[in-house]
C-alpha cells in the first residue's frame, strides 16, 4: 500500500462462516450491514451490525469508487481509473458526478454468469466480490498480482477480460473464502478450513528465499501450490486485515497476530521492534497483547495503525488501537505512536473513549483515520480530516486532544441512524437503518450528481442536507 492508501476491513466474530463456526485494512476501506443487520426499521438502530467486508457486507468503498451489492449484483460508481467500475470501457471517467448517471441508470458490473454476490472487499484500486457459493473474483488495479489471476494485467476496462471471462480466484480444491482483505499491493483471504492465503506482494508471509516475493502474477503460484500462512498450531482464522507493508489475522479464539514490515508499533509488538525478524511465524509469532482476558471481535488496519474492537467477561464492546498516531488516529486525545517503544500494548493500552455507556458494534479504519459505529447507532470518526473525510462539518484533526475524543467527540450527522460504514482516502459511506447509503468526502466519487469540492467539510452539509445515493 502507498504511504496515501487509507483502506482496510474488517468483520465480526459475531458472523457465521462456512463452517457454522464464528467468524469476522488497507485495504480498502470496508463495511457494511446485511439487510438482516437492518431489521430496526422503526429508526431505531440495528440489532446486529456488520463491520467492513464481511460475510454479507455490500457495501465497499476503494479509493475513488464505492461498489454495493443490490439484489445479487454488482454496481460501481465514481472514477473508472484501472477499470475499478468493472464497466468493460478503457474510457477514465466518473460516473455519478453528473445528473442522471445513478438510479436506473447505473449499470451492473460484468462479472458473469456467478450466482449472486453476497460480500465486497475492497483495496486501493482494486475490489473483489465473494458469491454465495464462497467463490471470490476480483477486478481492477493488478501490478503486483494482488487479483490472483497468474498475470500483472489489469481487469475491468476491456470486456474481453469481464464477464465469463474473467476468471474466479483459485486458493485450492474445494476451498471457500469466509472473509479477505486487501492492501496496496497484495491480498490475503481467510478459507472456510480456518487457513489464510496470501498474494501480491507478500510482505512476509512466507519465508524469504522459499517463496517469491511477488505471487499471484505468474500461471501455476496459485490453487494448490500458494501454501497457507503458517499461523500455529490450531489456529483458526476468521478475518484479515492489511495495512501498508503488514498483514493482521484475527482468530476465532479472540487473538489477533500481525507481522511483516509494520512501523510506528502497526504491529503490536511488547517490544517496540518495527518489523517481526524474517521468517518469524507460526508459533514463534506471539499474538497481539491486547490486555487482561480480553479477546477481539473486530480487526480493522489503515496505512500504519491498527484498531480492534475488544471484549472480556466485564468489559463489551471497547476498542483499543495502536500504531502510527501523528493525527489522533489512536482516538487517544494525543499524538503518541503507541507500540513502537517497550511497555505500551496490553494493560498499558488504553481503551478508546467513545462515549459514557457507549460500545462499539464495527469499526474501519483508512490510512491516518477511524470510524466506529455505535451500539446507538451513531457513528463516530477521528483522525485526518482532510477534505471532510471525517464528515464533521470542518477539516479539523479530532482525536489529538482531550477535547476533541470521547464525549467531547460529535457524531457524524447523517440525520438517522446508521447500521454500516466504510470508508477510503477520499470518501466514505454508511448504509442507515432501511437500506439507503449516505456519503461524504469528495464530490466526485460520492454518486450525488455532483463534482465540485467536497461535501462534510462546512457547516450545513450533513444531516437531512446530504443527499441519499440513488442505487436500486
Known amino acids: 500500500m502507498a504511504a496515501f492508501l487509507l483502506c482496510a476491513s474488517c468483520t465480526q466474530i459475531q458472523n457465521l462462516g462456512?463452517?457454522?463456526?464464528?467468524s469476522s485494512g488497507d485495504g480498502g476501506s470496508a463495511s457494511d450491514a446485511s439487510s438482516a443487520a437492518d431489521a430496526g426499521r422503526d429508526g431505531s438502530a440495528s440489532t446486529d451490525a456488520e463491520a467492513p467486508g464481511g460475510p454479507t457486507a455490500t457495501l465497499m468503498n476503494v479509493t475513488g469508487a464505492s461498489c454495493a451489492i443490490s439484489a445479487g449484483s454488482v454496481k460501481?460508481?465514481?472514477?473508472?481509473?484501472?477499470?475499478?467500475?468493472?464497466?468493460?470501457?478503457?474510457?477514465?471517467?466518473?460516473r455519478g458526478d453528473a445528473p442522471g448517471e445513478m438510479g436506473a441508470a447505473l449499470p451492473?458490473?460484468?462479472?458473469?454468469?456467478?450466482?449472486?454476490?453476497?460480500?465486497?472487499?475492497?483495496?486501493?484500486?482494486?475490489?473483489?466480490?465473494?458469491f454465495d457459493d464462497g467463490r471470490l473474483k476480483c477486478w481492477g488495479v493488478n501490478d503486483t498480482g494482488q487479483l490472483g489471476l497468474g498475470d500483472l494485467q489489469n481487469r475491468g476496462n476491456d470486456v474481453a477480460g469481464l464477464g465469463n471471462f474473467l476468471p474466479f480466484v483459485d486458493l485450492g480444491s474445494g476451498r471457500a473464502v469466509t472473509h479477505m482483505d486487501m492492501g496496496r499491493d497484495s491480498a490475503c483471504a481467510a478459507l472456510d478450513n480456518g487457513a489464510v492465503k496470501c498474494w501480491g506482494r507478500h510482505h512476509g508471509s512466507y519465508p524469504v528465499g522459499i517463496m517469491d516475493e511477488v505471487l499471484g502474477d505468474e500461471p501455476g503460484e496459485m490453487g494448490d501450490a500458494l501454501p497457507p500462512v503458517s499461523l500455529g498450531g490450531g489456529r483458526f482464522a476468521v478475518a484479515t486485515a492489511l495495512g501498508t507493508n503488514f498483514q493482521c489475522v484475527l482468530f476465532r479464539d479472540g487473538d489477533i497476530k500481525c507481522w511483516g514490515q509494520g512501523v510506528y508499533g502497526a504491529l503490536g509488538r511488547n517490544d517496540g521492534a518495527s518489523g517481526v525478524p524474517g521468517g518469524i511465524l507460526g508459533d514463534a509469532l506471539d499474538a497481539v497483547p491486547l490486555g487482561s482476558g480480553l479477546r477481539a471481535e473486530a480487526v480493522a488496519a489503515g496505512d500504519s495503525h491498527v484498531c480492534a474492537i475488544v471484549s472480556s467477561a466485564t468489559v463489551k464492546g471497547a476498542v483499543k488501537c495502536w500504531g502510527h498516531n501523528d493525527v489522533g488516529q489512536l482516538g487517544l486525545g494525543d499524538v503518541r505512536?503507541?507500540?513502537?517503544?517497550?511497555?505500551?500494548?496490553?494493560?498499558?493500552?488504553?481503551?478508546?473513549?467513545?462515549?459514557?455507556?457507549?460500545?462499539a458494534r464495527a469499526i474501519d479504519a483508512a490510512a491516518d483515520r477511524t470510524c466506529v459505529l455505535l451500539d446507538d447507532g451513531n457513528v463516530k470518526c477521528w483522525g485526518s480530516n482532510q477534505g471532510g473525510g471525517l464528515g464533521l462539518g470542518d477539516q479539523k484533526i479530532y482525536g489529538t486532544l482531550p477535547g476533541n475524543s470521547g464525549d467531547a467527540l460529535p457524531p457524524v450527522d447523517l440525520g438517522a441512524k446508521a447500521s454500516a460504514i466504510t470508508m477510503s482516502f477520499d470518501h466514505a459511506c454508511a448504509r442507515l437503518v432501511g437500506g439507503a447509503i449516505k456519503c461524504w468526502g469528495v464530490a466526485a466519487f460520492l454518486g450525488l450528481g455532483t463534482s465540485d469540492g467536497t461535501l462534510g467539510d462546512a457547516p450545513g452539509e450533513m444531516g437531512a442536507a446530504l443527499p441519499v445515493v440513488d442505487v436500486p
Open 18 to 22: 462456512f463452517d457454522g463456526t464464528r
Open 108 to 130: 451492473r458490473a460484468l462479472l458473469g454468469t456467478v450466482g449472486s454476490a453476497v460480500a465486497l472487499f475492497g483495496g486501493y484500486r482494486s475490489m473483489c466480490a465473494r
Open 76 to 94: 460501481c460508481w465514481g472514477s473508472n481509473s484501472s477499470g475499478i467500475l468493472a464497466s468493460g470501457t478503457s474510457v477514465v471517467d466518473v
Open 337 to 359: 505512536n503507541r507500540g513502537d517503544q517497550a511497555n505500551q500494548m496490553g494493560d498499558a493500552l488504553p481503551f478508546v473513549g467513545l462515549g459514557v455507556g457507549r460500545s
